[in-house]
């Protein structure tokens, strides 16, 4: 168990429709971190809150959006949604300090997405 | 082409048998190499961190870095069926920044 959970962990949508995922992140933790993995694929990084603002994003376009709150849990937001954004969507904390180390991201288990 | 290359295998190998896996990648500037766990519709888990080239150990698992090469591998020794799963490697330029992921190799260990 990371202390990391995501909500809900299966949902069905269709396309162009809007979906709002949710995390918690593990306790002490100030920074978290969104990915995305199709089927069959390593995780791809949408991007990263610390202290509530982005502070650095993957290749994935606005429609894509979170939001980082004072007690550090998270929500990805999709809008307008697409055939291809059907994947598992994981959430990773972590905690940002000048001796943290990079590869110290703990995950949840993630929310399976599905678009018709 | 990727920026980090993994082969998706699967890899099957007896019980008590040595897993060699390992990555390839082209971005010179990446420092830190991870090896994540992921089992079957659950979360990455991380197993081993190392920052820059070097060997690390720990239990039955070993990770080595050649940065010269641009090669990481991961070796599980005396593996066992729990340790089927699909592994993925992991590696970022900077501490705390976003990690480039491999697509995972699938590990079969048989009794």
């Known amino acids: 168990e990371t202390g990391v959970t995501q909500s809900p962990t299966h949902l069905i949508k269709t396309r162009g429709q809007q979906v709002t995922l949710r995390c918690s992140s593990q306790?002490?933790?100030?920074?978290v971190s969104w990915y995305q993995q199709a089927l069959g694929q390593g995780p791809q990084f949408i991007f990263q809150?610390?202290?509530?603002?982005?502070?650095g994003r993957g290749n994935f376009p606005p429609r894509f959006s979170g939001l980082q709150f004072p007690n550090y849990s998270s929500e990805l937001n999709v809008n307008a949604l697409e055939l291809d954004d059907s994947a598992l969507y994981l959430c990773?904390?972590?905690?940002?300090?000048?001796?943290?180390?990079?590869?110290?991201?703990?995950f949840g288990e993630g929310s399976r997405l599905t678009v018709l | 082409q990727k920026e980090v290359e993994q082969d998706p295998g699967p890899l099957s190998v007896p019980e008590g048998a040595i897993v060699s896996l390992n990555c390839t990648y082209s971005?010179?500037?990446?420092?830190?190499f991870m090896w994540y766990r992921q089992y079957s519709r659950k979360g990455p888990e991380l197993l081993m961190y190392t920052y820059s080239s070097g060997n690390k150990e720990d239990g039955r698992f070993t990770a080595q870095v050649d940065k010269s090469s641009k090669y990481i591998s991961l070796f599980i020794r005396d593996s066992q069926p729990s340790d089927s799963a699909t592994y993925l490697c992991a590696m970022s330029v900077a501490a705390g920044n976003k990690l480039t992921f491999g697509g995972g190799t699938r590990v079969l260990v048989k009794p």
């Open positions: 971005n010179s500037a990446f420092q830190y």
């Open positions: 809150y610390y202290r509530e603002e982005e502070n």
């Open positions: 990773a904390s972590s905690m940002k300090s000048p001796v943290s180390l990079a590869g110290e991201l703990f």
């Open positions: 306790s002490g933790h100030n920074t």
